[in-house]
């Protein structure tokens, strides 16, 4: 009897607190994280783990073929004196700011073209998405030839039209290689502001156009009052993602000008490219390309305190 | 307020009419619903007067001013739209405000039109609130404050109700009508809900595929459809419709579906053996030892009445019965149509034979 009565508990104790193990994987709060380990696993491979990587090795003189020593800010303090280095945030910032202006402009016109009644509609649609799916390489090729000191055939158009008599240098010339580069960035990135923007304007319901034409607004007045509003949440998601793409746009730049003439359209992305691969020198290439960050934290920043949700889309929605 | 003159409109989409010459006449204050299913053209009409579609031909005029090609704000009339059509990024007071606002008005008078209309509305209290943050009769009401605020010519309602779940479309129902009682604002509402036409019109406007089917005020209609169209849609549950002749064998009746026998007031003039359809409000069935015999299918008691589906001459008809009687499937009742209260229709034509 004693024997039974020892043993009984034991059991008891057994059966109704399970391994830490089958807790792990029967609990359904546990179930969330065992979802999610896959992803994380990934994002930190391959994301944390690189970015991680490149901000330490920014504090080290590590070279191609040379483990580097810790040296702290060196690389920074030699970059901070850096003209050609400063040169190029410049570069980037004015890139950045006036591409994304002109994409936005010229994006939100198309979107609000395309979102008439007209013959062909799905085509004239397809054909705006072209630039955008073409590799970005090859556009940046066909736009070197476009370019070209001597075989340009917009000088070549010109000069048979009268216009002008001897061939533009469009990407010999410092201001005309930045004219260039910020023109073929609009000409790849409008079709992604202008397709996301017409997909918001598809959202606003017709009868708020109808409502307000009887209200009395002009087509001007139905824009400023109704459209715009009604878009500035797709269009404060659209341009952050059109700042961040455009800020650290390097194929295009490299593949027209590698920074030049005189290095007016280095950017960042291209500078730290060429000082940490082709120089080599790893630490001072992670250095810029560290200096990026802030720059990006800020234009998100900018979108999320200043454009996120508004009064207006909280609450609930019972339509 | 002004009277409206639809005279002859007619529309069509490219080859396709789908207004065939509509005329109808609306006096200064009166409330008109045009109604009629789905694809009759109602909406149609309506947004050709607010000036949202262009007229293919005809006029329509508000006041003595033909307003084929006025501008939508010009004509002076605002519309309540299905889905309401509120601004989402705009206050209750900014929706409502709005088209003072495009007016150039100053802040003041846009304040007291505002209020103005909010407390007819009794939508003081909502005034700061953005759409998403009102129920469904709010957003309806508010909708309703938008047009009230401009003090139009004309108030045009697109089927404003049938958004609503059932008992809050009776309370505005009402709403509706009281309010168009308070200000007497020439009204045109549009619904395909005949109960909805019959409760709140002045005048009902039953349209079919493009055409007036009949013009009259609810109890007209009711009374003396002009078709068998009109007859089917007005009244709910819907009239009986029996095939068959009339005969004139002494006293007149009307042969139905296997040689039943119906009661008939009287014949038109020579109409012995002319085939017609006779037609019966399911409320005019009363139970007499001299009706026509027939077979009891299904029973629904709703508490005030009770519906009574049966087979009478083989054909489904309906009967409803204030009084509350006890029956079962397959029991046999004498069911007789008040001969005072019976509809003939022409067979071929369906327009109403007797008077």
Not at chain 1, 174 to 189: C, E, L, P, T, Y
Not at chain 2, 254 to 264: A, C, K, Q, S
């Given at each position: 009897?004693?024997?039974?009565q020892?043993?009984?508990?034991?059991?008891?104790?057994?059966?109704?607190?399970?391994?830490?193990?089958?807790?792990?994987?029967g609990?359904?709060?546990w179930?969330?994280?065992?979802?999610?380990?896959?992803?994380?696993?990934?994002?930190?491979?391959?994301?944390?783990?690189?970015?991680?990587?490149?901000?330490?090795?920014?504090?080290t003189?590590?070279?191609?073929?040379r483990?580097g020593?810790f040296?702290?800010?060196?690389?920074?303090?030699?970059?901070?004196?850096?003209?050609?280095?400063?040169?190029s945030?410049f570069?980037?910032?004015?890139?950045?700011?006036?591409?994304?202006?002109?994409?936005?402009?010229?994006?939100?016109?198309?979107?609000?073209?395309?979102?008439?009644?007209?013959?062909?509609?799905?085509?004239?649609r397809s054909?705006?998405?072209?630039?955008?799916?073409?590799?970005?390489?090859?556009?940046?090729?066909?736009?070197?030839?476009?370019?070209?000191?001597?075989?340009?055939?917009?000088s070549?158009?010109?000069?048979?039209?009268?216009?002008?008599?001897?061939?533009?240098?469009?990407?010999?010339?410092?201001?005309?290689?930045?004219?260039?580069v910020?023109?073929?960035?609009?000409?790849?990135?409008?079709?992604?502001v202008?397709?996301?923007?017409?997909?918001?304007?598809?959202?606003?319901?017709?009868?708020?156009y109808?409502?307000a034409?009887?209200?009395?607004?002009?087509?001007?007045?139905?824009?400023?009052?109704?459209?715009?509003?009604?878009?500035?949440?797709?269009?404060?998601?659209?341009?952050?993602?059109?700042?961040l793409?455009?800020?650290?746009?390097?194929?295009?730049?490299?593949?027209?000008?590698?920074?030049?003439?005189?290095?007016?359209?280095?950017?960042?992305?291209?500078?730290?490219?060429?000082?940490?691969?082709?120089?080599?020198?790893?630490?001072?290439?992670?250095?810029?390309?560290?200096?990026?960050?802030?720059?990006?934290?800020?234009?998100?920043?900018?979108?999320?305190?200043?454009?996120q949700?508004?009064?207006?889309?909280?609450?609930?929605?019972?339509? | 307020?002004?009277?409206?003159?639809?005279?002859?409109?007619r529309?069509?989409?490219?080859n396709?009419?789908?207004?065939?010459?509509?005329?109808?006449?609306?006096?200064?204050?009166e409330?008109?619903?045009?109604?009629?299913?789905?694809?009759?053209?109602?909406?149609?009409?309506?947004?050709?007067?607010?000036?949202?579609?262009?007229?293919?031909?005809g006029?329509?005029?508000?006041g003595?001013?033909?307003?084929?090609?006025?501008?939508?704000?010009?004509?002076?009339?605002?519309?309540?739209?299905?889905?309401?059509?509120?601004?989402?990024?705009?206050?209750?007071a900014?929706?409502?405000?709005?088209?003072?606002?495009?007016?150039?008005?100053?802040?003041?008078?846009?304040?007291?039109?505002?209020?103005?209309?909010?407390?007819?509305?009794?939508?003081t209290?909502?005034?700061?609130?953005?759409?998403?943050?009102?129920?469904?009769?709010?957003?309806?009401?508010?909708?309703?404050?938008?047009?009230i605020?401009?003090?139009?010519?004309?108030?045009?309602f697109?089927?404003?109700?049938?958004?609503?779940d059932a008992k809050?479309?009776?309370?505005?129902r009402?709403?509706?009508?009281e309010?168009?009682?308070r200000?007497?604002?020439?009204?045109?509402?549009?619904?395909?809900?005949?109960?909805?036409?019959?409760?709140?019109?002045?005048?009902?406007?039953?349209?079919?595929?493009?055409i007036?089917?009949?013009?009259?005020?609810?109890?007209?209609?009711?009374?003396?459809?002009?078709?068998?169209?009109?007859?089917?849609?007005?009244?709910?549950?819907?009239?009986?419709?029996?095939?068959?002749?009339?005969?004139?064998?002494?006293?007149?009746?009307?042969?139905?579906?296997?040689?039943?026998?119906?009661p008939?007031?009287?014949?038109?003039a020579?109409?012995?053996g002319?085939?017609?359809?006779?037609?019966?409000?399911?409320?005019?069935?009363?139970?007499?030892?001299?009706?026509?015999?027939?077979?009891?299918?299904?029973?629904?008691p709703?508490?005030s009445?009770?519906?009574?589906?049966?087979?009478?001459?083989?054909?489904?008809?309906?009967?409803?019965?204030?009084?509350?009687?006890?029956?079962?499937?397959g029991?046999?009742?004498?069911?007789?149509?008040?001969?005072a209260?019976?509809?003939?229709?022409?067979?071929?034509t369906?327009?109403?034979?007797?008077?």
């Amino acid at each position: 009897m004693s024997t039974v009565q020892t043993s009984m508990p034991a059991q008891a104790v057994a059966a109704g607190e399970p391994s830490f193990w089958s807790r792990l994987s029967g609990n359904r709060n546990w179930a969330a994280f065992w979802f999610m380990l896959p992803t994380a696993a990934f994002l930190i491979l391959f994301l944390a783990y690189p970015l991680g990587l490149g901000v330490w090795m920014s504090f080290t003189d590590e070279r191609i073929g040379r483990a580097g020593a810790f040296i702290g800010i060196e690389n920074y303090q030699w970059l901070w004196d850096d003209s050609i280095f400063w040169l190029s945030v410049f570069n980037t910032l004015f890139y950045t700011l006036i591409a994304s202006a002109i994409k936005f402009a010229i994006g939100l016109y198309l979107a609000l073209l395309l979102n008439r009644h007209m013959p062909f509609k799905a085509i004239i649609r397809s054909i705006v998405l072209i630039p955008f799916i073409v590799p970005t390489v090859l556009s940046a090729i066909a736009f070197w030839w476009i370019y070209d000191s001597q075989f340009s055939i917009i000088s070549w158009s010109l000069i048979k039209l009268g216009v002008i008599h001897s061939n533009i240098n469009f990407l010999g010339d410092s201001d005309w290689a930045r004219a260039s580069v910020i023109f073929a960035n609009v000409w790849r990135g409008v079709p992604f502001v202008a397709i996301t923007l017409l997909a918001g304007l598809q959202t606003v319901s017709p009868s708020l156009y109808e409502a307000a034409t009887l209200d009395g607004a002009t087509s001007w007045q139905r824009f400023r009052f109704i459209t715009y509003p009604l878009l500035t949440p797709i269009i404060a998601v659209v341009m952050t993602f059109s700042v961040l793409f455009t800020f650290t746009d390097f194929q295009l730049i490299w593949a027209l000008t590698r920074g030049g003439p005189v290095n007016a359209t280095h950017l960042m992305a291209t500078l730290s490219y060429q000082r940490g691969i082709i120089s080599g020198r790893l630490g001072e290439g992670a250095a810029i390309a560290t200096a990026m960050i802030p720059f990006l934290v800020a234009a998100i920043a900018i979108s999320w305190f200043g454009m996120q949700r508004r009064k207006w889309q909280q609450g609930s929605n019972n339509d | 307020m002004s009277s409206v003159q639809i005279r002859d409109v007619r529309k069509s989409f490219g080859n396709f009419e789908v207004l065939h010459g509509v005329s109808i006449p609306i006096e200064d204050g009166e409330f008109v619903v045009l109604v009629g299913p789905s694809g009759c053209g109602k909406s149609t009409l309506l947004r050709m007067l607010a000036g949202l579609e262009n007229i293919t031909s005809g006029t329509i005029s508000i006041g003595d001013r033909v307003v084929n090609n006025v501008q939508p704000k010009e004509r002076d009339i605002a519309m309540v739209f299905q889905n309401y059509a509120l601004y989402p990024h705009m206050t209750v007071a900014d929706n409502m405000g709005f088209s003072l606002k495009l007016r150039g008005a100053k802040p003041e008078e846009i304040s007291t039109g505002v209020k103005r209309a909010a407390e007819i509305l009794a939508l003081t209290p909502l005034l700061d609130r953005y759409p998403r943050q009102l129920s469904g009769g709010q957003r309806q009401r508010v909708a309703m404050g938008r047009a009230i605020v401009r003090d139009p010519q004309v108030f045009l309602f697109d089927e404003p109700l049938s958004n609503l779940d059932a008992k809050l479309r009776v309370a505005m129902r009402t709403e509706i009508k009281e309010l168009h009682q308070r200000l007497k604002t020439t009204t045109v509402y549009v619904t395909h809900d005949q109960i909805e036409a019959m409760t709140m019109a002045d005048k009902i406007v039953v349209m079919h595929d493009g055409i007036v089917e009949q013009m009259g005020s609810p109890l007209e209609l009711y009374d003396t459809p002009a078709n068998q169209f009109v007859a089917g849609f007005i009244g709910s549950p819907a009239m009986n419709f029996l095939k068959g002749a009339v005969k004139v064998n002494g006293a007149a009746y009307f042969e139905g579906p296997n040689g039943v026998r119906l009661p008939l007031k009287s014949a038109p003039a020579n109409s012995d053996g002319k085939p017609a359809v006779y037609g019966v409000r399911p409320e005019h069935f009363t139970i007499a030892d001299d009706g026509a015999e027939a077979e009891i299918v299904v029973v629904e008691p709703t508490g005030s009445e009770t519906q009574v589906f049966a087979k009478l001459g083989g054909e489904q008809v309906v009967a409803v019965f204030r009084e509350r009687h006890l029956f079962n499937p397959g029991d046999k009742v004498r069911l007789k149509p008040d001969p005072a209260l019976v509809h003939l229709f022409d067979d071929s034509t369906g327009k109403r034979l007797n008077s």
